[in-house]
C-alpha cells in the first residue's frame, strides 16, 4: 500500500510563488513516474505536470508551462511542483499521484496512476 501526502498549499496574491511537496510512505517511488493535477471548484479534472522515473523527462499543461516546475526527490522518496507566477485561475485542489507502471514515460493520463494522495488547496487572490 502507498500513501502519499501533499503539502505546502495555501493562500497566495496573484505573482506569487508556492512550492508543494507530495511524499510518499510505503514504497519507494524511485522507479514510477509521478504527476501532479489540479481541480478547481465546478471544473474538470485536469493534468498539470509529470516527471519520470528519473526526472529526466517532464511535460506540463499549456496553462502552467514556463510558470511550474516538477522536480523528484528521490532522498526524501518525494516530488515537488514549484509554482511561479500564480494567476487567480490557478486556484484548486492539487493532487500527486503515482504512475500504475515502471516510470520510463511521463503520463498525463489520469488512468496512468493508481494512487493518489489527499489534494492539498492552493488559492490565489488579492
Known amino acids: 500500500q502507498v500513501q502519499l501526502v501533499e503539502s505546502g498549499g495555501g493562500s497566495v496574491q496573484p505573482g506569487g510563488s508556492l512550492r508543494l511537496s507530495c511524499v510518499a510512505s510505503?514504497?519507494?517511488?524511485?522507479?514510477?513516474?509521478m504527476g501532479w493535477f489540479r481541480q478547481a471548484p465546478g471544473k474538470q479534472f485536469e493534468f498539470v505536470a509529470c516527471?519520470?522515473?528519473?526526472?529526466?523527462?517532464?511535460s506540463y499543461a499549456d496553462s502552467v508551462s514556463g510558470r511550474f516546475t516538477i522536480s523528484r526527490d528521490h532522498a526524501k522518496n518525494s516530488v515537488n511542483l514549484e509554482m511561479n507566477s500564480l494567476k487567480p485561475e490557478d486556484t484548486a485542489v492539487y493532487y500527486c499521484?503515482?504512475?500504475?507502471?515502471?516510470?520510463?514515460?511521463?503520463?498525463?493520463?489520469?488512468?496512468?496512476?493508481?494512487?493518489w494522495g489527499q489534494g492539498t488547496q492552493v488559492t490565489v487572490s488579492s
Open positions: 510505503g514504497r519507494t517511488l524511485n522507479v514510477y513516474s
Open positions: 516527471a519520470n522515473r528519473n526526472g529526466a523527462s517532464t
Open positions: 499521484a503515482k504512475s500504475r507502471d515502471y516510470g520510463n514515460m511521463c503520463y498525463q493520463t489520469i488512468e496512468a496512476y493508481d494512487y
